[in-house]
């Protein structure tokens, strides 16, 4: 076993290495000034105004301007003195002058602040990551196996094992920032009691809150929240009422609204104490325990029935915001899963390659009297089904993007080698291939279909998407969750018989677009190829040495089947466009290192990165 020591050099250098990806990828640093050896695996990058230069002693640059490093960073200076960086903040030290923007000394300090915490946070993890490896290798070994996903099969039930992967998965968080584990404002103590990486377990407060102050969405199919809550949570339900009961109140004038435990006390009470003295809001109510998942704040309750994912509010900064729910997400959330299934009982699932976790219903605070929107998005639920996603009958495991790439007990492998190496031995070039090209089939085929047919984008990214695997190893379908702020393209909707009711709401950027594709496109392209599809390209590459353009040839390949399965299906003048800006045009990404200098006063930065599909 590592000591924490160890493992605070460990992610000191993993904080590094995503430090120097995001600033030559969003050319904070000029790539192209940077100066490659003839191996190409060392390189020098001048400093603007200094007589030095930065020397990489083992990096290397990937398709779509990926820049990895894993060697040591050498400030060398015109006289020859050499000294190796150890630091991100010794990094950023050494490189402002020679950003491409004059960053302020307080976004300087919140950006070296919060990589601080991430990577301590990270540490933190990876220690707890070696005895929960330990358990789970034992546990394998007991039952005579050497794969993980073969002993979740055979040992836990579909839902237990989906939830148990994207808890251990929730390590390396979104590739293009910096910050990923940054929790700034909870102690030790509390990261480790509230965060998935910890396989923790967090109680929910079901407070009761005055129907006449509240506002829903919900799918048609939900015709009374209340008889929806007791048939999903009916023990809850039950000490719930009585709970009301005992104060001589009528539960039909109340909702039910979980609260998580933490978010309850560090934040409603207080901020919401008016409402709790005005007998708006009761805060004692059963607790219902779950366990949080890969996005920390969906909550997945601990129940022998599969019971709805729960999506909260909780008062927390994490990459780059409070992590509030939004009226906007509460009510686009509802009706874009009910479009979305509506579209898949006529298109087939896409060939039974897509299923989603719909968002049944949605409820937020919103005082009658004042009608102010703003308290609501910390005051707020959403609901997903999850029954039919768990409750499966094909013997497919669904598994979380980002789980993919964690490191497995025992061989310290992605958990992909797993998959594709189904009889123990270490997969030929060939192998491989075969295995990303179904990969690659069946993340771009429904993608791009209901992108190009309905004008809806996906939010595909590691987190927001499940992989199902047959027993064999091999990618079957897709499963997507998290809709409220999906976007989507009215015009080619409406085209198709399906309409989208937009939330309008000021200062609130709407989801559902009418003069333009492009902000839909993007957030495909960005979601579902870049963070996702190039990652798992990367990743593959340099796990089995491949020849470094294959794995995106195979993607552009199936890009282009994907395009051209719906070709006869849309306009050729779309199709042209689209399948340009997918295959040979730059690729759009958020600019999330940049916005975090400038402390967010622009959430709507983006840069572009060279295709890696135009490359092959």
């Not at 779509?64 to 490093?69: E, F, M, P, R, S």
């Not at 075969?434 to 595909?460: C, D, H, K, M, S």
């Not at 006869?568 to 779309?574: N, T």
Request: hydrophobic share 40%; proline share 6%; with cysteine.
């Amino acid at each position: 076993m590592d000591d924490l020591k160890t493992l605070i050099a460990y992610s000191r250098k993993n904080a590094m290495r995503r430090l120097i990806r995001c600033l030559f990828a969003e050319n904070i640093l000029d790539r192209s000034t940077l100066v490659f050896s003839a191996e190409g695996n060392q390189a020098t990058y001048p400093l603007k105004n200094a007589p030095a230069h930065v020397f990489f002693t083992e990096i290397a640059m990937g398709p779509a301007d990926t820049l990895v490093n894993d060697g040591d960073v050498v400030l060398v200076t015109d006289e020859g003195v050499r000294q190796v960086i150890h630091s991100h903040q010794d990094l950023l030290y050494v490189l402002r002058d020679s950003f491409d923007f004059e960053p302020t000394d307080e976004g300087m300090a919140g950006l070296k602040s919060d990589m601080e915490n991430s990577l301590l946070n990270d540490a933190h993890a990876r220690q707890y990551r070696q005895e929960w490896n330990a358990r789970l290798a034992d546990a394998a070994k007991s039952h005579g196996l050497d794969s993980l996903t073969d002993y979740l099969r055979q040992h836990a039930s579909t839902k237990d094992a989906a939830i148990l992967l994207d808890q251990w998965g929730s390590l390396e968080g979104h590739p293009y920032y910096p910050t990923w584990k940054s929790r700034p404002g909870l102690s030790d103590a509390e990261v480790e009691q509230l965060s998935p990486e910890f396989n923790a377990h967090v109680p929910l407060r079901i407070a009761a809150l005055r129907a006449d102050m509240a506002k829903s969405e919900s799918m048609p199919h939900v015709t009374s929240y209340h008889a929806w809550f007791a048939t999903n949570f009916p023990v809850q339900w039950e000490q719930w009422k009585a709970s009301l009961n005992d104060k001589g109140l009528d539960e039909t004038r109340w909702l039910p609204l979980p609260i998580h435990a933490w978010h309850l006390q560090a934040y409603v009470l207080k901020t919401f104490a008016a409402e709790i003295e005005e007998g708006i809001l009761i805060t004692e109510g059963p607790d219902l325990q779950t366990l949080p998942t890969m996005s920390y704040r969906t909550m997945m309750p601990v129940l022998d029935e599969t019971a709805p994912l729960i999506k909260l509010p909780i008062a927390l900064w994490m990459t780059s915001e409070l992590r509030s729910l939004q009226a906007k997400s509460i009510h686009m959330g509802p009706r874009i899963s009910t479009v979305i299934t509506k579209i898949l009982a006529a298109e087939n699932g896409f060939d039974q390659q897509l299923e989603i976790f719909p968002e049944e219903i949605g409820v937020r605070y919103k005082n009658a009297i004042t009608q102010d929107d703003a308290p609501g998005r910390h005051l707020s639920v959403v609901y997903r089904a999850s029954q039919q996603a768990f409750e499966r009958s094909d013997d497919c495991l669904p598994i979380t993007v980002a789980s993919l790439f964690t490191r497995l007990p025992g061989s310290g492998r992605p958990l992909f080698t797993d998959l594709i190496e189904r009889d123990g031995v270490r997969a030929s070039a060939d192998t491989v291939e075969t295995w990303f090209r179904q990969y690659a089939n069946v993340v771009t085929r429904p993608v791009v279909a209901i992108y190009l047919l309905y004008g809806i984008g996906l939010e595909a990214h590691q987190q927001n998407t499940m992989v199902l695997f047959s027993p064999d190893g091999k990618a079957r379908s897709l499963l997507i969750r998290d809709f409220g702020d999906g976007r989507t393209y009215a015009p080619l909707l409406e085209e198709r018989g399906y309409t989208l009711q937009p939330h309008v709401q000021p200062g609130i950027l709407p989801t559902v677009f009418v003069e333009d594709i492009e902000p839909v496109r993007m957030f495909v392209l960005d979601a579902a190829f870049l963070t996702h599809l190039h990652e798992m390209a990367l990743w593959l590459t340099k796990e089995y040495a491949l020849n470094n353009t294959r794995m995106w040839e195979i993607l552009r390949e199936e890009t282009e089947n994907a395009f051209a399965a719906v070709r006869d299906r849309v306009s050729p003048a779309l199709w042209e466009v689209e399948r340009k800006a997918f295959v040979q045009d730059p690729w759009p990404t958020r600019s999330l290192l940049r916005m975090h200098l400038m402390q967010y006063s622009n959430y709507r930065l983006q840069h572009t990165l060279t295709n890696p599909l135009d490359a092959v």
